[in-house]
């Protein structure tokens, strides 16, 4: 049986504890630093080969682009690209465009032999039109005739409005009416 001692003063004993705390501190500092510069080195590793991925591929773009084959390629890409940004504009300006000569036609097929047209104005979808009837009657019918043109199930000409002070008089009406036209009916 061994029987020890501890007769070491208690301030001595504090100062070996702190020497332990010392000591294990510095070792985990140690540890941690150890850490940050094997990160740091992987870091300045990656930007090295980045670095030289990126010089490579700036060499190979130089020899690429100095070749006269690749020069031609470029033109004939240039030369596809302007004729598809002309091709976009002119499918758009053919889906977006309004037949007017539609519009000619369902008025002559609408507009009865009792009633002359003299002037017909467009101002964006609204139509103007001037004309003679022989009766106040005709107009009515033909603002119903108007009314009722459709191509589908779609109403052709909307906001019919012919001012009745114009047919006050019975016979000889000179009269205007004006109406907007959907342009649906135009495509």
């Known amino acids: 049986m061994k029987i020890q001692f501890n007769l070491l003063p208690k301030n001595h004993k504090k100062h070996l504890q702190m ?12 540890q941690v630093l150890i850490l940050c510069l094997i990160l740091f080195a992987s870091l300045f590793g990656m930007y090295f080969v980045l670095k030289v991925e990126v010089s490579i591929l700036d060499d190979v773009k130089k020899s690429v682009t100095n070749n006269e084959q690749y020069k031609d ?3 004939i890409h240039k030369t596809f690209k302007k004729v598809h ?8 300006l053919t889906v977006e465009h309004v037949h007017w000569s539609q519009l000619l036609a369902m008025l002559s097929e609408s507009v009865p032999d009792t009633i002359i047209v003299n002037t017909l104005k467009t101002n964006d979808n609204t139509i103007t039109m001037t004309a003679v009837a022989n009766t106040r009657e005709d107009v009515v ?18 906001k019919i409005i012919v001012p009745e ?5 019975p016979i000889d009406v000179n009269f205007t009416i004006t109406f907007d036209v959907n342009t649906t009916c135009l495509k």
């Open 19 to 30: 020497q332990k705390m010392f000591r294990i501190i510095t070792e985990q500092e140690i």
């Open 73 to 75: 390629i470029i033109e």
């Open 85 to 92: 940004g002309e091709m976009n504009i002119f499918s758009k």
């Open 141 to 158: 019918k033909f603002k119903e005739v108007i009314r009722n043109v459709k191509s589908g199930d779609i109403n052709c000409f909307e």
């Open 165 to 169: 002070s114009e047919l006050t008089v």
